[in-house]
């Protein structure tokens, strides 16, 4: 860089202006030189600099192959030549067809293949056997035809069953069981057969080839694991596989593995309904945002977080989510950032935290008017800051609105003189200020009320540590999961409790046709 930040304080339109002709084009050959340094910097990616992959964003395209095969002078036209030997020299309509191609000699699009197991391939059975550690009798309770109640002993036989692999959490360690599940048929005196089936769930539309129901490998306790090694853990599907294997000699595949992951979250949907209505009569809600990706879509990630409950969605970042949870108003505080769909509610306040760091932005400006700006507006904030904790300590003299009027007062007329500066962040932050101000400064006549937004970006962090390291998710089945499964557990830490029993009796329960239970209540 030729240009100091000292020496780029000291410029601005007077003195530039004020130069000789010939000075004037060398300070603009400096600039241009700075300028064109500054922007190869920004440039940089993990695919032309020694820059980690680490700090790709989530969302940006993976063009390293394709720029390889540019710069090693690979054109569309090279790349799509077919080799001389892969020429087809029968031009008849057979040939063609054999080849893929249609009539008009364009090469026909191959169908594209999704991974795993192909739909009407051969499946293979399960080669791992273990030691059954109990077996549990399914027998009929009562004739289908005319409604003779049986006994256990009473013709019964068996016709079929399944293995269920579980883990027991003991006092110290943890332990596999096998169990053994044998239904029966029931003939009945008069005549009739009756079969006991296991449960199972009917489809739902929306979770499409996630079934939920008693016949399954994976008990309730080894599927948390699972959730607990994907998601609070952040191991990919073939790590779990890899633990799983290595620790407890329990051999599943990735598919199994993912199943598990989506069948708890289609186990967990109903207690999302309990999540929402202890939100929405929440005293205090905070709420935040950030992005998130889906395959090739962008959407963004809600958190919405209570004394003791915390909710996730995952869709687009507009008023249809607020309005469907809290709906067109809210009965109490909500601390939010600036984002313009929480303003139509009165009771909000604003981060602190947020407004803070902006300014302190603007104090390392090489403006100079703009610095004085951030500086003074920082300088506010925690004179009032200083007040407000204070007023936490005993009793407060009074409003703090009116006693520090003449702080505020400064600061709105230093906010409309530079609401139409030409620097973009001071006039963004101005104007800001001006249109948040009841809700930034309501925490003067509330001193008891937060003054960030911290609870929420702190449970936002964990998602975004996750997002990435996995890229977002591929499906919406996936995230649905993650936005449910979240929920779940994160409102159990934050009522101080472990969230995996939890989430295992919520799994055997919605396999065996019964009620989700009620979320535990918070200790002490």
Same mark, same amino acid.
């Given at each position: 860089?030729?240009?100091?930040?000292?020496?780029?304080?000291?410029?601005?339109?007077?003195?530039?202006?004020?130069?000789?002709?010939?000075?004037?084009?060398?300070?603009?050959?400096?600039?241009?030189?700075?300028?064109?340094?500054?922007?190869?910097?920004? @440039?940089?990616?993990?695919?032309?600099?020694?820059?980690?992959?680490?700090?790709?964003?989530?969302?940006?395209?993976?063009?390293?192959?394709?720029?390889?095969?540019?710069?090693?002078?690979?054109?569309? /036209?090279?790349?799509?030549?077919?080799?001389?030997?892969?020429?087809?020299?029968?031009?008849?309509?057979?040939?063609?067809?054999?080849?893929?191609?249609?009539?008009?000699?364009?090469?026909?699009?191959?169908?594209?293949?999704?991974?795993?197991?192909?739909?009407?391939?051969?499946?293979?059975?399960?080669?791992?056997?273990?030691?059954?550690?109990?077996?549990?009798?399914?027998?009929?309770?009562?004739?289908?035809?005319?409604?003779?109640?049986?006994?256990?002993?009473? @013709?019964?036989?068996?016709?079929?069953?399944?293995?269920?692999?579980?883990?027991?959490?003991?006092?110290?360690?943890?332990?596999?069981?096998?169990?053994?599940?044998?239904?029966?048929?029931?003939?009945?005196?008069?005549?009739?057969?009756?079969?006991?089936?296991?449960?199972?769930?009917?489809?739902?539309?929306?979770?499409?080839?996630?079934?939920?129901?008693?016949?399954?490998?994976?008990?309730?306790?080894?599927?948390? %694991?699972?959730?607990?090694?994907?998601?609070?853990?952040?191991?990919?599907?073939?790590?779990?596989?890899?633990?799983?294997?290595?620790?407890?000699?329990?051999?599943?595949?990735?598919?199994?593995?993912?199943?598990?992951?989506?069948?708890?979250?289609?186990?967990?949907?109903?207690?999302?309904?309990?999540?929402?209505?202890?939100?929405?009569?929440?005293?205090?809600?905070?709420? /935040?945002?950030?992005?998130?990706?889906?395959?090739?879509?962008?959407?963004?990630?809600?958190?919405?977080?209570?004394?003791?409950?915390?909710?996730?969605?995952?869709?687009?970042?507009?008023?249809?989510?607020?309005?469907?949870?809290?709906?067109?108003?809210?009965?109490?505080?909500?601390?939010?950032?600036?984002?313009?769909?929480?303003?139509?509610?009165?009771?909000?306040?604003?981060?602190?935290?947020?407004?803070?760091?902006?300014?302190?932005?603007?104090? /390392?400006?090489?403006?100079?008017?703009?610095?004085?700006?951030?500086?003074?507006?920082?300088?506010?904030?925690?004179?009032?800051?200083?007040?407000?904790?204070?007023?936490?300590?005993?009793?407060?003299?009074?409003?703090?609105?009116?006693?520090?009027?003449?702080?505020?007062?400064?600061?709105?007329?230093?906010?409309?003189?530079?609401?139409?500066?030409?620097?973009?962040?001071?006039?963004?932050?101005?104007?800001?200020?001006?249109?948040?101000?009841?809700?930034?400064?309501?925490?003067?006549?509330?001193?008891?009320?937060? %003054?960030?937004?911290?609870?929420?970006?702190?449970?936002?962090?964990?998602?975004?540590?996750?997002?990435?390291?996995?890229?977002?998710?591929?499906?919406?089945?996936?995230?649905?999961?993650?936005?449910?499964?979240?929920?779940?557990?994160?409102?159990?830490?934050?009522?101080?409790?472990?969230?995996?029993?939890?989430?295992?009796?919520?799994?055997?329960?919605?396999?065996?046709?019964?009620?989700?239970?009620?979320?535990?209540?918070?200790?002490?």
């Amino acid at each position: 860089m030729i240009l100091s930040d000292h020496s780029l304080r000291q410029l601005d339109e007077p003195y530039i202006r004020s130069l000789p002709e010939d000075a004037c084009r060398d300070l603009a050959v400096n600039l241009l030189i700075d300028l064109k340094t500054v922007r190869e910097r920004l @440039n940089q990616d993990p695919s032309n600099s020694s820059v980690p992959p680490s700090s790709r964003l989530p969302w940006a395209p993976n063009d390293t192959c394709h720029d390889e095969a540019e710069e090693n002078g690979e054109g569309e /036209d090279e790349k799509n030549e077919p080799e001389a030997e892969e020429i087809a020299t029968d031009t008849s309509d057979e040939a063609i067809e054999s080849k893929g191609e249609d009539k008009s000699g364009k090469e026909s699009p191959a169908p594209k293949r999704n991974p795993g197991k192909q739909p009407g391939a051969q499946g293979y059975g399960r080669t791992q056997q273990l030691p059954v550690t109990a077996e549990i009798h399914h027998h009929v309770q009562c004739c289908g035809g005319c409604g003779h109640h049986a006994t256990e002993e009473e @013709n019964q036989v068996a016709w079929t069953g399944f293995y269920t692999i579980d883990v027991e959490i003991g006092t110290p360690g943890i332990s596999v069981t096998n169990t053994k599940h044998i239904y029966y048929d029931l003939t009945c005196p008069c005549g009739h057969v009756t079969r006991q089936y296991p449960h199972q769930e009917p489809d739902d539309p929306f979770w499409e080839g996630v079934g939920l129901g008693e016949w399954r490998l994976v008990g309730p306790m080894l599927s948390a %694991l699972i959730v607990s090694l994907a998601y609070r853990m952040r191991m990919s599907r073939a790590r779990i596989r890899e633990f799983l294997h290595d620790w407890l000699k329990i051999t599943l595949s990735i598919g199994t593995i993912q199943r598990c992951i989506e069948e708890s979250a289609r186990a967990s949907a109903p207690v999302e309904e309990q999540l929402a209505d202890e939100i929405a009569k929440s005293k205090l809600l905070h709420a /935040d945002e950030t992005t998130h990706k889906e395959k090739k879509l962008l959407l963004w990630l809600w958190v919405f977080v209570a004394q003791r409950t915390v909710l996730y969605y995952i869709g687009y970042r507009s008023n249809e989510i607020i309005t469907n949870l809290l709906g067109e108003s809210f009965p109490g505080w909500l601390m939010t950032d600036g984002l313009k769909v929480y303003r139509k509610y009165t009771s909000r306040l604003r981060c602190w935290a947020h407004l803070l760091r902006k300014a302190k932005g603007l104090e /390392d400006s090489l403006e100079p008017k703009v610095q004085r700006f951030g500086k003074r507006i920082h300088e506010i904030l925690d004179l009032l800051m200083d007040a407000v904790y204070k007023a936490r300590e005993g009793p407060p003299l009074g409003d703090l609105k009116q006693i520090h009027a003449h702080l505020l007062q400064e600061l709105r007329t230093l906010c409309t003189s530079m609401e139409t500066c030409p620097h973009k962040k001071a006039r963004e932050l101005a104007r800001e200020f001006l249109n948040d101000w009841e809700a930034i400064f309501a925490v003067l006549s509330h001193p008891h009320l937060p %003054l960030t937004n911290n609870e929420a970006e702190r449970l936002l962090r964990p998602l975004v540590i996750l997002r990435r390291i996995s890229y977002g998710t591929r499906s919406e089945n996936g995230t649905r999961a993650l936005a449910l499964l979240a929920s779940v557990v994160e409102t159990c830490r934050k009522r101080q409790l472990s969230p995996w029993p939890y989430l295992a009796q919520v799994i055997s329960a919605r396999r065996c046709r019964q009620s989700v239970p009620p979320l535990p209540e918070p200790v002490g």
